[in-house]
């Protein structure tokens, strides 16, 4: 009987285990939901649903928003979606919402796998990976739109194509794509295009047409070029300011074809391109006028090409360091570039990194005296280490960008600010058996106080393990290791919250349970 009972017993228990699979398998097997046509109202796609299969073109009508909640997939196909009311696409850092498309679609050459409509208002894309291909992912006509915290590329074309409007796009990686990253056109365009990462693109980071944009604090790096201008009207402007500027076959071309053209160039660091800046027109004899300031252009083959008649003031900019020429002219026309700093205060020195008329009677000349004494501070820092030009992370807290530089010869990886306990961490690799170091520079405003430095949870001694410096603005902390895969943490000591004491009470609380079921277990076990 005893036997009986038993077997009956465990057979309840792996029909009571059968059944919990059951529920478990059904219950995570997801079914995909299929959407087409118009949504005329208010429309939610949860991450329940997810994923969602376009099998045909949608139109988000104008007055109706369309949500997607973190964590949901969204398949193109070959089909798009127009927004003519509100898309609110908000993922967050865990939960991406992501999307993807594939195939020729028919919106449009001029529009895009997902469109945004002149009369939309209110549109969101955040912490969102967007891929598509052969057309262009984004195509964008109204001013009420934010892009943020996103990754988007992976096409033959251009990722985002801003037409006649003002939109806001900030904090994204742009990259892979077969044109350019940020592709603007007609006058009144005037987006701002700040904290972004362009890499991979063939043509550009970002190329303007046409309109007044902002390209402000973003990093570009192994692109055609960082920034191409055009500038068809002479109302177009462009302000090109505080973006790192590294390993481009061109850091920024200014390719302008009306005279009016303006453009302002001011605070970037331009390192490690075949060109600087250049500047070069369809147009046989040139147009366009501008300000090149306060930059550092430095370890490019040619620092600044000059092919054209351009109205230009070089002033203010460190230019320093390239292999072949500091300005090279191809023009007739003067150029004025006084109260530069060269690199040295030898003037025949300086006259060997100009090719102007006095090389080629045929050219203008450059007009480089008086010149700077040192290094001009208000430039970017030189960075300290010629061979290993530097990997930029941008962090992003609410409308601020800030940017932070680390020079090393090490893979750096996964830098991530943690706004709350004023903590910096990053990853470093590479090859066993050999020395590494890792140079990280970080603004004031972005960190400050006293610093701790720690190595996979081993706190450094300051000026044993690591140095610190400040110049007014930034600081550099520079550690050195032996090479594997480290964790790096700098932490401002004096900022960082304590440790909740309800917390404490909690795991004390919890190690009690642990503790009291084991001693049961283990009791039982004896007995």
């Not at 890792?438 to 000026?463: E, Q, R, W, Y």
């Amino acid at each position: 009987m005893g036997t009986l009972r038993t077997l009956h017993a465990a057979c309840l228990i792996v029909l009571i285990i059968s059944g919990f699979a059951l529920v478990h398998q059904i219950s995570f097997t997801k079914a995909i939901t299929p959407v087409t046509g118009i949504i005329t109202s208010d429309t939610t796609w949860t991450k329940a649903d997810s994923p969602y299969n376009l099998t045909g073109d949608v139109l988000v009508s104008n007055g109706a928003t369309l949500t997607i909640e973190p964590g949901v997939t969204v398949f193109f196909n070959s089909y798009f979606m127009d927004v003519n009311g509100t898309l609110s696409a908000k993922g967050n850092e865990t939960e991406k919402i992501v999307m993807s498309g594939s195939g020729k679609s028919y919106a449009g050459e001029w529009k895009g796998r997902l469109v945004f409509l002149s009369s939309s208002t209110g549109s969101v894309i955040e912490y969102a990976e967007i891929t598509s291909t052969p057309e262009i992912i984004i195509g964008v006509y109204t001013s009420s739109l934010t892009i943020k915290n996103s990754r988007i590329g992976g096409t033959n074309s251009r990722a985002i194509v801003i037409i006649d409007c003002s939109p806001i796009i900030i904090g994204n990686v742009i990259s892979d794509n077969g044109d350019s990253g940020v592709w603007i056109g007609e006058r009144n365009s005037r987006p701002t295009i700040a904290g972004n990462t362009f890499v991979h693109n063939t043509v550009s980071g970002v190329t303007i047409d046409h309109g007044q944009p902002t390209i402000a604090g973003n990093n570009m790096t192994e692109n055609g070029a960082g920034v191409t201008y055009k500038g068809w009207w002479g109302t177009d402007s462009v302000t090109i300011i505080d973006n790192i500027i590294s390993k481009n076959r061109i850091g920024i071309h200014i390719n302008p074809f009306a005279y009016g053209a303006y453009f302002t160039i001011k605070r970037n660091l331009i390192i490690g391109s075949d060109t600087g800046i250049i500047f070069s027109s369809w147009l046989a004899s040139g147009a366009g006028y501008g300000d090149i300031s306060n930059n550092t252009i430095t370890r490019n083959t040619n620092g600044i090409i000059i092919t054209l008649q351009v109205d230009l003031l070089v002033t203010q900019n460190n230019i320093v360091e390239n292999a072949n020429y500091s300005i090279r002219l191809d023009t007739a026309f003067d150029v004025n570039a006084t109260y530069n700093w060269w690199g040295t205060t030898n003037t025949s020195l300086v006259n060997q990194h100009i090719s102007d008329y006095y090389d080629d009677f045929r050219l203008g000349k450059v007009k480089f005296i008086p010149y700077l004494n040192e290094s001009n501070p208000d430039a970017p820092l030189i960075p300290p280490d010629a061979e290993f030009p530097p990997f930029i992370f941008n962090v992003s807290m609410g409308t601020q960008i800030y940017s932070i530089s680390a020079i090393s010869n090490s893979t750096v990886s996964e830098l991530d600010f943690n706004q709350t306990s004023k903590e910096l961490k990053f990853n470093v690799e590479g090859t066993s058996g050999t020395t590494g170091f890792c140079n990280i520079t970080f603004p004031a405003s972005l960190m400050s106080g006293t610093f701790s430095v720690f190595i996979d949870g081993v706190l450094l001694v300051k000026n044993v393990d690591y140095t610190e410096s400040y110049n007014g603005t930034h600081y550099a902390i520079r550690v050195s290791y032996n090479h594997s895969v480290h964790d790096i943490r700098i932490t401002s000591t004096d900022l960082i919250p304590e440790f909740p004491s309800i917390l404490v009470i909690s795991v004390l609380m919890l190690g009690s349970c642990f503790g009291a079921l084991f001693s049961k277990r283990k009791r039982r076990k004896v007995e």
